[in-house]
């Protein structure tokens, strides 16, 4: 059965990998299934034929047969579920890791969000410096609490999760800023991931298309 995603024809991050579709791409590799790649224009974006798979007019989106899903966490989990190694085969570590992919995107997520967010709009803004601070506040309070429970662990509870593939996911979007190089425990964690084999594959593919983009 194919599988076809979206991702944006001209991603805005130049290839750095913080689009969602990215997640999404790197779950597949980690299930080791093939998918193909339907890139979209920002335009394309609102038109009704991507609405009808997206009704907020985003990427990514996931078709699989008759199966039509959209919000990259969903599209994880159910790349976890259908296709094995990325949750625990108990029940109870399995309700753990899926707690841990909904604590990446509700609790840890939106403040690293907005702060990217904010960081590329809203620099001219009179009230920039201190919407960064109070963000940046929000941000530490998460990587407190997340480094603390990480410890010296690899990954966040147990083996190697669709929780950590989010959350590494994540925290990625903190490199720029230089936030992470302050908790060396879970800028380590992001390397363990970013060093996966699956997640290099992904990687690849997705700067493959913005060089193909750029013309080189
Ligand atoms: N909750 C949804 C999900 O998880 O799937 C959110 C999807 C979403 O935000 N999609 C963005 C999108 O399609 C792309 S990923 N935006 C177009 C629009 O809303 O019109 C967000 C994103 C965009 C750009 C960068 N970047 O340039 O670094 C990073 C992440």
Redesign the pocket.
């Known amino acids: 059965m194919t599988i076809t995603i979206t991702a ?1 024809e001209r ?4 290839g ?1 990998g ?4 990215m ?1 999404v791409r790197w779950a597949l590799e980690e299930a080791g299934q093939h998918y193909e790649v339907r890139l979209v224009s ?1 335009e394309a ?2 038109h009704p034929a991507h609405l009808a798979l ?1 009704p ?5 989106t996931y078709e699989e047969g008759d199966l039509t899903l ?6 994880v989990l159910h790349i976890a579920e259908r296709f094995g190694g990325l949750l625990p085969g108990d029940a109870n570590g399995r309700a753990r890791a899926i707690a841990w992919m909904f604590a990446a ?1 509700n609790t840890v997520e939106p403040p690293i ?1 907005d702060h ?1 967010l904010a960081r ?1 709009l809203e620099r001219d803004e009179p009230w920039y410096e201190h919407r960064l601070q109070s963000l940046e506040k929000s941000i530490r309070k998460r990587l407190d609490n997340l480094s603390r429970h990480l410890g010296d662990a690899d990954w966040l509870d147990g083996a190697f999760s669709a929780g950590d593939l989010l959350m590494v996911s994540v925290l990625l ?1 903190l490199k720029s800023a230089n936030i992470l190089n302050e908790y060396p425990s879970l800028a380590a964690y992001v390397a363990r991931g970013e060093a996966r084999p699956a997640y290099q594959r992904a990687f690849a593919a997705q700067l493959a298309v913005f060089h193909a983009a750029s013309g080189g």
């Open positions: 944006f991603s805005p991050d130049r750095r913080l689009a969602r579709d997640r920002f974006l609102k997206q907020f007019g985003q990427i990514p959209f919000e990259s966490g969903a599209i995107l969000f990217s590329i979007r």
